[in-house]
T-cell receptor, first 113, second 117 residues
Framework: KAGVTQTPRYLIKTRGQQVTLSCSPI?????VSWYQQTPGQGLQFLFE???????NKGNFPGRFSGRQFSNSRSEMNVSTLELGDSALYLC????????????FGPGTRLTVL | AQKVTQAQTEISVVEKEDVTLDCVYE???????LFWYKQPPSGELVFLIR??????QNEISGRYSWNFQKSTSSFNFTITASQVVDSAVYFC??????????????FGKGTKLSVKP
């Protein structure tokens, strides 16, 4: 089975721009979660989607948004980029339950200049 | 509150040494799951193990072993005869079925393991 895939792997943007990151979960997985990882803050939860519905949202400003499609693929969007948004963005998928094992993708490394 | 503490920020060992990574957790739940993930320099978090709170048997997988002790709320990870390829950041995590702003997985801050040849 193919693992979680994320595109693009690397991205360089400038302040004020917006960006869209994509995540394809493992086949059959219905839950997708997004995390931001920075050296200072560690792993921080962004949001979780299940069957196209957002189930949880972390403490991030409204500039961070996401969605999930009927095929379970998910996208997250960051508008009006700030320097502090530079991070590794990780996507994880799980079969369905909230305590299911989450399997992570390789991440998208976003650099904001 | 749900919390995971990995007190060791960085550990450095020489190849073939045994090393134990500590993980202490706090939870209000009676049923929960504990996880360990490995993050090599490439960045991807690799799942290592998932443990149910009702199963306190120690687990061994090759050079890896896990010691789950409910009495001390600890889930420690030991690598026997460490190798350079074990160099990575290791995260311990606790399930939170109620989710909320922390999500369904509460992560520790991670322990960076460096194995020198």
């Amino acid at each position: 089975k193919a693992g979680v895939t994320q595109t693009p792997r690397y991205l360089i943007k400038t302040r004020g721009q917006q960006v869209t990151l994509s995540c394809s979960p493992i086949s059959g997985h219905r839950s997708v979660s997004w995390y931001q990882q920075t050296p200072g803050q560690g792993l921080q939860f962004l949001f979780e989607y299940f069957s196209e519905t957002q189930r949880n949202k972390g403490n991030f400003p409204g500039r961070f948004s996401g969605r999930q499609f009927s095929n379970s693929r998910s996208e997250m969007n960051v508008s009006t980029l700030e320097l502090g948004d530079s991070a590794l963005y990780l996507c994880a998928s799980s079969l369905q339950e909230r305590t299911d094992t989450q399997y992570f993708g390789p991440g998208t490394r976003l650099t904001v200049l | 509150a749900q919390k995971v503490t990995q007190a060791q920020t960085e550990i450095s060992v020489v190849e073939k040494e045994d090393v134990t990574l500590d993980c202490v957790y706090e939870t209000r739940d009676t049923t929960y799951y504990l996880f360990w993930y490995k993050q090599p320099p490439s960045g991807e978090l690799v799942f290592l193990i998932r443990r149910n709170s009702f199963d306190e048997q120690n687990e061994i997988s090759g050079r890896y072993s896990w010691n789950f002790q409910k009495s001390t709320s600890s889930f420690n990870f030991t690598i026997t005869a460490s190798q350079v390829v074990d160099s990575a950041v290791y995260f311990c995590a606790l399930s939170d079925p109620y989710g909320g702003s922390q999500g369904n997985l509460i992560f520790g801050k991670g322990t960076k393991l460096s194995v020198k040849p």
